[in-house]
């Protein structure tokens, strides 16, 4: 994933499709982008329980979207 591409979802409502090891099945998501840590390869995510880092690696695909109530 461009590193500029991925820069230009900090801020936005993403819907972030995560394939984790050991998992039988990829998990979505849907929270907010905050920052991207491009050195150590984390998206960092604001979710309802606070801050999450997801490594770059497992996730399979992001895409912008509307909030999900």
Request: proline share 3%.
């Amino acid at each position: 994933m461009s590193e500029n591409t991925i820069d230009k979802l900090i801020g936005q409502y993403c819907k972030v499709v995560i394939d984790e090891p050991g998992e039988k099945k990829a998990s979505v998501i849907y929270e907010l982008v905050k920052d991207v840590d491009h050195k150590k390869d984390f998206v960092i995510i604001e979710t309802s329980d606070g801050l999450g880092i997801v490594n770059k690696k497992t996730v399979v695909a992001i895409k912008p979207t509307k909030k999900k109530i």
